[in-house]
């Protein structure tokens, strides 16, 4: 092969930063992993929903889609000139079909999605701009019960598809608004508070003393001392002296982690009710999975508002509603190998009706297209597991 031939096929197969091509073996784990986790969400009721990948821009970043405006590509549309743009988190698209096409269905509604979604940029922890989103929504339901079912139902999957030592982290963003609406602490306050407690520094919210008053504070910088295992933590906080509104929002979050509690005792719970970042549209309890040595988040989720729909057939204004979108990137990293399929090589003479059998015993066959003097030679270029000898499989470990 000459240089330039070699310099040729190394420009076809650039890609741009933050993309990639999924081979061979990974990239059926990956699809045989999605199914399962999808079939697992319809056990539980959730009808699959199959979104565009494109959509006009006004629809795609209301809402919840709020959040990810600046990380979507936009372009134009040369058959309506407007502007459209390319998915960049799937649950918006899911809210926009439960207030629209389906904004007559039963509530609670369940609906379950899977696809790619593509962003503007990377991350430090995922710098792939392109990966894939399953995920499950129960709209019109606004109770704890709800939440716990979403949670309840992502451990579960997951455990079935072999995750360990998997930890829930529990947030609650609305605390803190509702803390201050308490002590009549006013916007540019709060969110100077905000920023104190986004960078957990116990030191800059103190600085607020002259803001805010000392006692008020003391009892926000409290908070920030309070994270750790669920139980704990929420017993710390309700000694803390809340207001009414403060004391409304926790006690969500302690019936939410009492029904996780009472269905997955031996699930591991923490609480950070100071966090905000990355839940900024949320309005109730929020939940990020991990587990042990794996980078970055299984999945994540929270409660949040559906934007009103244009259509007035539909509900005058947003439901309430709890979503999940689990990363396949970091769970197909965080799930035992996938083990050697059967692959079995079958030679060019072998009968149609032997294939055919194997096939429903269960062997990926691989038909040979030309007479060979040595099939085992073959099966081995071809990375098969077995041949067909004597319409035997023969192991060539």
Known sequence: MTTDAINDNASQALLPAGMKDTLPHHAGFEAHVVEQVMARFAAYGYDRVKPPLLEFEENLLRGPGEAVTSQTFRLMDPISQRMMGI?????PQVARIATSRLANAPRPLRLSYAGEILRVKGTQLREDRQ??????EIIGADTPVADAEVILMAADTMISLGVGDLSVDLCLPTLIPALCSDLDIGQRAERDIRAALDRKDAALVIDLESAIGSEQASLIGQLLITTGPATEAIGKISTLGLGPKSRD???TLSEVVSVLQKNAPDLSLTVDVVENRGWEYHTGVTFTFFTSGVRGELGAGGRYVTPAPANPEGPCSGEPATGLTLFTDTLLRAIPPARALNKIFVPLDVPLEIRESLRTEGWIVVAGIDDTTDAS??????KCTHVLIDNKPVSLD
């Open 131 to 136: 990966f894939g989103q399953v995920g499950a």
């Open 249 to 251: 929002e926790l006690s």
């Open 87 to 91: 998915r960049a988190d799937m649950t």
């Open 377 to 382: 030679a073959e099966a081995l270029r071809l």
